[in-house]
């Protein structure tokens, strides 16, 4: 290797999710200090035929778990990824990081010690509106106002990510664009870490090690996203299924509350459920009905996603 030029380390990192007691959940292990972290591993090239091979031995040798469909996220590779203050020395390689999104619908505990299903907005909690919004806290939109200033710029970024005024619709689409804000503001965990400053005691959210967190915002950004355009939720879902149970699940990954007529008026409009001619008996009330999926490709021949109304 010439002097001076840095080889390249590539890893691989999953963000698997699961529904969990009507809560998406996301399957972590431990990292560092106990702090969580996604599950990953690094890519040999001569011992590993493929990424996606490699990436399902390692996700079952930390936790256990045995993926279904996964789908390649993003590449990761920003210098100093772990360590950004860091001066890389000659011997140091670039860590790039290649990101998979997994869906599924076992949710079972996790065998292995240190693995768990952890609820994905620990992380994220200003990305939970279901009681109305904002819901980040006071301390976090005062934080954002104070580093804003007099700064348009920061101040108009500020508003329209986190929908501070009536003049701004949430976007619940737009998780890493948020947590990057929060990031770049100094208000989250990882943010004084990277900076060798002490975490503030009001910093919100789990950290994680590395930049899990921004590899997990990517991987709910993208759910979110899709829900609207590709039937993905039901990937979530068993075999039969309530559409009270359809439409919690829905809000557990949107993290908001759903118009109950209007939320089941568009799941029918789309074909792609069918009653089965069942009731359900766990539901602790009176029996619902039971649908599944059709295995229609809805209208026009194409996937459709599901509807989310929100309620005013």
Known sequence: MPTGEQGVRISLSAVVIA?????????????????????????DPVRDRTFELALRAFVTAQTGFHLGFVEQLYTFGDAGRDSPRATPGPDDRRE??????????????APAADARWTPALDFFPWE????????????????LRAWAGDDARRLARSESLFALTPAHRWNEGRVLERYELLYEAGLVAEAA????????????????VSDHRRILATGLGRLRSKLKYRPVLFDLMPPAFTLSGLQAAAEAVAGLTLHKQNF?????RT???EATGRLSTGTGGRPAELFRVSGAEGQGGEAMGLP???QR
């Open 264 to 268: 089941r008026r568009g799941v029918e």
């Open 193 to 208: 870490r990277d900076q060798e400053r002490p975490v503030p005691a009001t910093a919100p959210g789990r950290a994680m």
């Open 128 to 143: 939970d509106r279901r009681q109305g919004g904002p819901v980040a806290g006071d301390s976090l939109i005062a934080g």
């Open 96 to 109: 790039i990081s290649i990101g998979y999104l997994a869906l599924t619908a076992d949710s079972t505990a």
């Open 19 to 43: 529904l969990r007691d009507r809560r998406a959940c996301v399957l972590t292990t431990e990292g560092e200090a106990g702090t969580a972290a996604l599950p990953f591993g690094p890519f």
């Open 308 to 310: 989310l109304p929100a």
């Open 271 to 273: 074909g792609l459920v």
